[in-house]
């Protein structure tokens, strides 16, 4: 059975730094073909995919955020961790992360984690 | 990147009636890596429908999708009280992956 849950902070100010951790069980990050991934939504608002990490450490990044995201991932514990600098209240948004295999789609997802971005 | 726009921006229906749900690409979407999302309030997405065709595990029969190039369908034959909710689809086959912006069904 696969899961995976988001953590982080609730409350993070403008230009400060967010660290989301997804903690997963269910699968294997260093199976070929796995990848996590992160994708967050604005109150409202649609989904935007932000970045994912693959098996082999191949790391892709939404163009108009790559400057300021990071993902990477710790096999041993089940992790993946996205970070992302120099926030501005437009980040306010609940921030998922899911799995998924190459070739396709996102199919487990993380409950959500909302976080506001204010001062 | 690919922009998907999903039409209705609604659609209000009445339990038993068919749903017909557009999602339209600003580009051929490639080897049909298209899917489709149920959303519910305070819910994560759920998938629906991957490649634009094959339902995913455990999505009953009434859910369809089909289309390939530019314009994909989401159907559901027969709306269930639980289908009510926001609908997105999703292209995984050009980085960046990109959703629409929904479709919300609801009850008449």
């Known amino acids: 059975q696969i899961t995976l849950k988001e953590s982080g902070p609730t409350l993070v100010k403008p230009t400060q730094t967010l660290t989301l951790t997804c903690t997963f069980s269910?699968?294997?990050?260093?199976?070929?073909?796995?990848?996590v991934g992160w994708i967050r939504q604005p109150p409202g608002k649609a989904l935007e995919w932000l970045a994912l990490?693959?098996?082999?450490?191949?790391?892709r990044y939404s163009p108009s955020l790559k400057s300021s995201l990071t993902i990477t991932k710790d096999t041993s514990k089940n992790q993946v961790v996205l970070t992302m600098t120099n926030l501005d209240p437009v980040d306010t948004a609940t921030y998922y992360c899911?799995?998924?295999?190459?070739?396709?789609?996102?199919?487990?997802w993380g409950q959500g984690t909302l976080v506001t971005v204010s001062s | 990147e690919i922009v998907l726009t999903q039409s209705p921006g609604t659609l209000s229906l009445s339990p038993g009636e068919r749903a017909t749900l557009s999602c339209r690409a600003s580009?051929?979407?490639?080897?049909?890596?298209l899917a489709w999302y149920q959303q519910k309030p305070g819910q994560a997405p759920r998938l629906l429908i991957y490649?634009?065709?094959n339902r995913a595990t455990g999505i009953p029969d009434r859910f369809s999708g089909s289309g390939s190039g530019t314009d994909f369908t989401l159907t559901i034959s027969s709306l269930e009280p639980e289908d009510f909710a926001v609908y997105c689809c999703?292209?995984?086959?050009?980085?960046?992956?990109?959703f629409g912006q929904g479709t919300k069904v609801e009850i008449k």
């Open positions: 899911a799995h998924r295999l190459i070739r396709l789609p996102f199919d487990y």
């Open positions: 269910g699968f294997s990050l260093s199976t070929r073909g796995v990848g």
């Open positions: 990490i693959y098996w082999d450490d191949d790391k």
């Open positions: 580009q051929s979407v490639t080897n049909t890596y």
């Open positions: 490649g634009a065709s």
């Open positions: 999703q292209q995984y086959g050009t980085s960046p992956w990109t």
